[in-house]
């Protein structure tokens, strides 16, 4: 019997990256489209990457261990 390894979460790979300070980073949602009637403040905030709360990092690079 051979070792079990953590699989990679791949729905959070496509969502997630991991900066190489080992942090997480995402894009936010509602960027893409229907976006006409939002303010030129809101779409400058949602170009931007964004980072997580350190318990929310430590959950999440479990997920994505493999990843890097």
């Known amino acids: ?6 699989k990679t979460h791949k729905a959070t790979a ?6 190489n ?13 229907n976006t006409v009637g939002y303010s030129s403040k809101r779409m ?3 170009r931007k990457a964004h980072g ?3 318990a929310d990092n430590n959950r999440l690079k ?4 493999r990843m890097n």
């Open 1 to 6: 019997m051979g070792k079990i390894k953590q």
């Open 14 to 19: 496509k969502k997630f990256n991991i900066r």
């Open 21 to 33: 300070s080992g942090s997480v980073k995402y894009k936010r949602a509602g960027a893409n489209h």
């Open 44 to 46: 400058r905030k949602l």
């Open 52 to 54: 997580l709360s350190s």
């Open 62 to 65: 479990r997920l994505l261990d």
